[in-house]
């Protein structure tokens, strides 16, 4: 059959690769700590559960309306507004299967071809692809190290703008670095975005993902609510990533069009879970702050193992469930300058696999300092004492 | 925010307009009897609901691969295979979150920009929405009246083809018309497609909701197992529409390509429903049959009294839940010659709701005749009596 040229500019997550490469390690008989996956090894919480199993009780297996339930519109609206300290109503809500559909459907709405897109490189691999495949141009930016974590290369990015560039992607909170902006970067931020006119998608994927302090939202900036598309998704917050339940939240002419998108992609989001969402939004949260606390003392394990390790420096980020340790110096050290032969290497010495800066967008000139990501929200505490007690003993072996 | 001009050429279903407009009657203290509805007012078989629930319990709520449980791909291939006398395998299906997305992969997978594209019209209205959508040439072929059901106007069809022309869309079983192609017109057709050397997406939505008689697919004509890309859907022989599951069918090469779209658009379907569609396509089959046997019946009462009202000419077809009357004197004769004004005197005078020819793709020239659409799917036997008996009273008054 004859391929549509499009699908040459349609990239994917790389990242697959590394879970496929751990499972064929795993299947010769050898102990592997997956530290790759970006999936949770925990429950969805039983309000959820409940709720869902209910709603197909009552039948509600039938198509429901293409935007979503007018319920869980009303819920989420209410929801994110308080957490947001703004004001959404259900108009400004449309369900999706997921998160990742509100990424390609944004693009859809409001890119142009030819359109110059601003978007995070390291970072989700899906911004690139589906920039491309829709015929923008994408045009990465970074974050460097900063004093306590990873901060926006804002003079880079600022000199990157064009008359064509009219979108800006915004992963707040960001994985892989588990970077989080300021108040003062998120007022820089939406300046920018005045002074050029620009549109913003801001993933909030890992949003309540938080285990001190508190998430703050670039729509809550002065003039961000009327530019700006929230990608919101229960995946991570209730444990759901298999569920597929999302949605796009925004200024109501980009949201009917967003619908109207559903209508021809896929009718509607499955019906019974978004009773089982908004069970989850509405019920008791007791289950929902366990799972934040698991993460939690997952993390202080990890980064203190990984900070102990010689030619290791890793940020300790307040949300996601994501570290980017900085590696530079241990793949110097091991003479190891391919990421490919170090993380190969890694998992065939101690069964501990992680994904690395590869698969997180192309490369960009001038880089110097190494990364890998470590996930620790797909294996327990004394697995990862196991795993990077190993690895541990490989590099500074 | 400024629409991205591609969103100028997306389409919609104007049927939900009619579920709106027979919504707000019924408000208003109306009975409204909804033969608008291609959904279904029956539960999903046991078989499905309990594997569902039962794979949730086992914690299948996390990612699973993209194109789906090797399982369900390894059943489906299985299934499709028996019933279509052709040789599928697991690496052939790739699955989807419901029917309708595989509209929109195929076109994106196959169809450059400029390309033509032969679709049904009067016909599912997506498919014209997602071809000029994805910048292709929607190119219409009809279907006309035969002795006992609808024929494609092959001529016609054969005389749209141009150097352009590289796919071609069949909906056999057909929604709205409920036609349905002969060993012959399949045999004909295939020859068309060799000779124009043309892809084909085989939509068999309705491929198992059949009454009398066994569905022959196209596929299995010489040389079209290698050209066509099944739509398939678990939504009407489960009683599934709102639970969104389905796939696409096909070579291997195109497979891999919309399974890379997968990665890109929704990451995965619903993990558990995938374990619930299993147990539907292994377990036992009598609630399926009850499905059919009920929808049978509706189908024999809705045609003899439609057949019984003064200038209504209603074909019985052997598959689908759909009737497409041809209403030419009947119209002619209450001097009403817009199918909107029409639609909603019958609406406002008996509460019968029901879509038209209007709301399955643009009219194209030189349409003599006018039909509407009767789905018999959303209502029971007494209300389909109730209901047309009210309809026959007002077009006999």
């Known amino acids: 059959m004859r391929i549509a040229n499009r699908i040459g500019r349609l990239g994917t997550e790389t990242a ?4 496929a490469e751990a499972g064929a390690f795993a299947a010769q008989g050898n102990t592997v700590y997956p530290f790759h996956l970006g999936d949770l090894n925990l429950a969805t919480p039983s309000t959820v559960v409940d709720g869902a199993f209910r709603a197909v009780t009552d039948g509600k297996t039938g198509y429901c309306p293409n935007a979503g339930i ?16 703004v004001e959404y109503g259900p108009e400004n809500v449309v369900v999706q299967p997921g998160g990742k559909p509100t990424i390609g459907k944004f693009i859809m709405a409001l890119m142009n071809p030819g359109d110059e ?11 690139e692809s589906q920039i491309e495949f829709h015929g923008g141009v994408a045009v990465p930016y970074a974050y460097i190290e900063g004093a306590d974590g990873f901060e926006l290369d804002f003079d880079a990015m600022e000199a990157s703008i064009t008359d064509k560039t009219t979108l800006l992607i915004l992963n707040d909170l960001q994985n892989p670095m588990g ?3 300021s108040a003062a970067e998120h007022a820089k931020l939406a300046e ?3 002074k050029h006119d620009l549109y913003v998608l801001v993933d909030e994927a890992y949003f309540d993902m938080r285990y001190e302090g508190t998430s703050s939202s670039f729509v809550s900036q002065p003039g961000m609510l009327e530019r700006s598309v929230i990608l919101y998704t229960f995946s991570k917050k209730f444990a759901m990533t298999g569920w597929r339940l999302g949605a796009s939240i925004g200024p109501k002419k980009v949201v009917d069009v967003i619908a109207k998108i559903n209508v021809n992609d896929e009718s509607c989001s499955n019906h019974f879970i978004q009773y089982g969402a908004l069970a989850g939004l509405e019920g008791d949260q007791s289950e929902v702050r366990a799972i934040l606390n698991t993460l939690q003392e997952r993390r202080d394990v990890a980064v203190d193992i990984l900070n102990s390790i ?11 469930f994501y570290l980017w340790p900085n590696v530079s110096e241990l793949m110097a050290t091991k003479g190891m300058d391919d990421y490919e032969v170090f993380r190969r290497a890694a998992l065939h010495a101690t069964g501990v696999s992680f994904c690395t800066r590869l698969h997180f967008g192309r490369e960009t000139p001038n880089e110097t300092n190494r990364y890998i990501r470590f996930a620790y929200s797909g294996i327990d505490v004394p697995e990862i004492q196991e795993g990077l007690g190993r690895f541990k003993d490989w590099c500074e072996s």
């Open 16 to 19: 697959f690769a590394v879970g």
């Open 70 to 85: 007018p319920q869980l519109r009303a819920a989420l609206a209410a929801d994110v507004s308080a957490s947001h300290g």
């Open 117 to 127: 897109v601003l978007y995070p490189n390291p970072g989700y691999p899906i911004y």
């Open 179 to 181: 970077a989080e902006s």
């Open 192 to 194: 920018l975005v005045l």
């Open 310 to 320: 010689d030619g290791i420096a890793c940020f300790r980020p307040n949300a996601t």
